[in-house]
């Protein structure tokens, strides 16, 4: 298994965000929640979105799309290995991070 393949490539990901995304973490503005995001979780995903003590690849309907966990809430993102991007889908609290929308 190449580097690549396993997630490790030399190269960091770029973060893009979608619209969607954009509106919840902007409900967090200003607090330490969105600080974490920006400060700690960005870099670490740019670096190795693919594992970590806080990350999860989800199975069934959601097969695909990664978890990320902080406290109560929920950031979910998916991968472009080609490209070399980690798209942020979604930020939610647990309670509602998995009812269908």
């Known amino acids: 298994m190449s580097k690549k393949e396993d997630g490790l490539s030399q190269s960091k ?14 409900e967090n503005e200003g607090t330490k929640l969105y600080k974490k995001i920006k400060e700690f979780i960005y870099p670490q995903l740019r670096n190795n979105p693919f594992f970590g003590p806080n990350i999860k690849k989800l199975k069934g309907e959601f097969e695909g799309v990664y978890r990320y966990r902080i406290g109560d809430y929920r950031l979910f993102y998916t991968i472009d290995k080609d490209n070399v991007i980690v798209f942020m889908l979604d930020f939610v609290r647990r309670k509602n991070s998995y009812k269908k929308r």
């Open 13 to 26: 990901y770029l973060i893009a965000e979608t619209d969607n995304y954009k509106k919840s973490l902007k």
